[in-house]
């Protein structure tokens, strides 16, 4: 991000959010980028940037495709890396049809699944089975000719009348990103959960892959989208996944039906056929199944691959507590996580965890999470009583992170080694301690059974070695990440790196992008030299996956000849004498490929790739504009209006995504939309957001008396104009109901919030931090933001749309008890909201 002239920040407050990385944004300002802030609220990022722009939540696909429309009718694209590297010139099936010709759907949609068949969404294949191109992209069918008319409709006027943004605001952004852009200079976008939770989050980040592409802003330094991780290691948890849907290194669950043996799983993830490097997923997927199941996984039982579980549906956190609800779960582990306060729908949390037998929290403190079995909101309003709760909870108090060692790994996929600080006091013990142990007495209590679904758990990896005080080696599972030799000379010698692992049971590895971060037995992800060494890339510091790479797809920094695109933006380059890639980072490519090889592609995998084919993982190598497969809910990103929205969709008839998930139940109602009767009932917008005070659900941080001090009370960010129509006092109190619950704030009356002209009518929008929940252990307490939030999903990725929703705000505090109950029940009635209400037939939804 140093390295950009031009950096967006859309859909994050980066720097009250992410402090430690904002540092490269002020370089990056230092040295004469532009820095410009799309966002709902004025914020403390906002204060610092060139330009603050207002937007309307859930409206920045119209934002994006109206850049990616501008780029392209104003000739702004950078041809040669659009022609070269990316997917522009590849022709797609005669049986697609897109949103244009459908009223917003794409081909392949089955309203009673209500999900995409992808099969029409594929390349136009020769008889060889190469993809068909037209390098002349005048071929109606070329992806390039598709983005354009796709894209038509997003102009500068629909920003208007979407975003509630002004023409000549448009056309300072458009300008900056694309004066910023070319040859010489490289414009970055920045965002987190404010584009990723809404009904189609994943696809606000693919807009944004969109442009970044055309304007030629991929694998170069200063470009791209950083996607800034939130909690400490969440990108290491998604990398070794406490995802449902996820193995280690991104190989996806086997599904029931589907994956059912080895070879139908390796076929679908990464065939042999196929270029680039998901082709050896059998060396990356055997290497895993041999560091879990060592001797037992052998070639005779295809490495124990029946051992793994099969996914049979989506199984998410909202799913799981529906399933409590239903009576069909016992039991919960909460391990790190307080779901009480923290997920949306906040009183389903609390009622499914109420339908359980026995629940167990390892948490620092006593979160609402763990007690609101005796003064949650529910025991408040008399819909839980304590004396008859069946729930057995199990408190188990856990090591903080300074009370530990092992690796962090952050928004640039670098992991950080931290050492233990201080030995955690009492009973306190870390995540790993705590997991062995428990696989210990489980493995003791199934020891002799003969029943096959045990031999997973018996044959498990598990001897972790202890110091003299017990305690396991952190040290042991980072090397046991990265993965070893098995056989032959070399057995038991660090692989340092992927491209060592086999798939014919010679290495074992649990996480193969991590592959090297313990190359030469030394625990890479320690490194700590003043400013990362004397390289441009600050490679001393920490490990990046995979392969100490710090930017990805970096071969796209040369031009197809293998020359820099630059002097100015020189990153890895062909050096002709030498015969390799080289350059300013670990090249992320075949390393001596020169640029003009064609090999065959029916030599499959990385043997196969071109040498202008910079996009090593995809199977044609090139950039995805428009993606074939992947992306489940449609193959270019399209607007759609949140679940509840004051607005009409101005770009298509459908209302609303129509893959989204929905949770049709009287628990989980959904407020009337534009047009729909009852809409009036919840006229405003919130969005829900973090302070830098607090950390997310509370538990490190309303614990505190010195953060709680700062931030002591729930509050709304309102605008004059709302305050004055609603009669709202600043620092007085207001309720704000949803059609999910009801709950009290401190009122801020601030220009901050802006209201916005959208579609010919005013948008307030209503700003609520959730760091608040109801319980008597925290320092402060309060409403939480959450129990305003219904649960809609992302069919990607299966988030929350916790970034935008429909209620009303009135003066006073709320009623308590069965007066509460009424208030909500009242509203619901006024409005007529039913558990169909916003999740009717796709048919309904398009209005004439
Ligand atoms: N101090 C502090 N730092 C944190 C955390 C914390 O709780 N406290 N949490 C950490 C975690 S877990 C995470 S995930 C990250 C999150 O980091 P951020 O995503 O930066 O955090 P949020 O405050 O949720 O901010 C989202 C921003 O998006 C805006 N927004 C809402 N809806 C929309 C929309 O539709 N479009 C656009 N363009 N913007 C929108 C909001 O106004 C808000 O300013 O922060 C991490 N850092
Ligand atoms: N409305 C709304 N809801 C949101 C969001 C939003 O923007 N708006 N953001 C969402 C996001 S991005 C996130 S990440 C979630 C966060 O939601 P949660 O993960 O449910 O909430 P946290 O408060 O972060 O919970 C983490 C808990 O872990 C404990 N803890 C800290 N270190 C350790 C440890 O080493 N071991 C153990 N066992 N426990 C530890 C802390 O005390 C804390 O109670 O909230 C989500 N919910
Ligand atoms: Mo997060």
Known sequence: MANADCIVIQGSNMAECHPVGFQWVEEAKARGAVVIHVD????RTSAVCDKHIPIRAGSDVVLLGALINHVLTHDLWFREYVLAYTNAATLVSEDFRDTEDLGGLFSGFDPQTRQYDPSSWTYERDEAGAPSTDETLQHPRTVFQILKRHYARYTPEMVRDVCGIDPAMFDYLARAVTANSGRERTTCFAYAVGWTQHTLGAQYIRTAAILQLLLGNVGRPGGGIMALRGHASIQGSTDIPTLYDMLPGYLPMPKAGRDDTLRQYLDRVGSKSQKGFWANADAYLVSLLKAWWGDAATADNDWAYHYLPRLTGPHGT???????????????????????VGSANGRQQRLGMSHLKWLVVRDLNLIESATWWKDGPEI???????????????????ASHVEKAGTFTQTQRLLQWR???????GDCISELEFFIKLGNRIRARLAGSTDPRDRPLLDLVWDYPVDEHGDPDPEF???????????????????SGFTELRADGSTAAGCWIYAGVYGGGINQAARRVPR???????????????????????RASADPDGVPWSERKRYVWWDEQLRRWVGNDVPDFVIDRAPNARPDPALGGPDALAGDDPFVMQPDGKGWLFAPKGVVDGPLPTHYEPQESPIANAVYRQQRNPARITFPRKDNLSAP???????????????????????????????????????PEMFCEVSPALAAERGLENFGWATIISPRAAIEARVLVTDRMTPLMVGGHTVHQIGLPYHWGVGGDAVVSGDAA????????????????????????????????EELLRLIAEYQSRSGATPETGNADIDLERRD
Not at 40 to 43: C, D, W
Not at 419 to 425: D, E, G, R, W
Not at 688 to 711: C, D, K, N, V
């Open 532 to 554: 990362g060494g004397p390289s441009p890339n600050q490679s001393e510091w920490g490990w990046a996956w995979p392969a100490d790479r710090r930017i990805l797809y970096n």
């Open 786 to 817: 959450n129990d305003l939030l219904g649960v809609t999903l992302d069919p990607n990725v299966q988030i929350q749309e916790s970034k935008a929703g429909s209620c009303d705000i009135r003066p006073g505090r709320r009623p308590h008890g």
């Open 380 to 398: 408040a309003s008399g819909e839980l009583c304590t004396q008859d709760n069946e729930t057995e909870v199990f408190f188990l108090p856990a």
């Open 318 to 340: 909202y799913q799981a507590v529906t399933g409590m609800l239903n009576d069909e779960v016992e039991g919960y582990f909460l391990l790190g996580q307080n779901p009480a």
């Open 419 to 425: 050492h233990q600080a201080v030995a955690p006091p």
């Open 673 to 711: 939309s534009a047009g729909e009767p009852g809409a009036d009932v919840y006229p405003y917008v919130f969005t829900t957001y973090r302070l830098t005070e607090h950390h997310t659900a509370g538990g490190m941080s309303r614990w505190l008396p010195y953060l709680a001090e700062l931030q």
């Open 40 to 43: 709902p609220r004025f914020t």
């Open 477 to 495: 599972v980072l090397a046991e990440i990265n993965g070893h030799q098995l056989a032959g000379p070399d057995a038991g010698r660090c692989v």
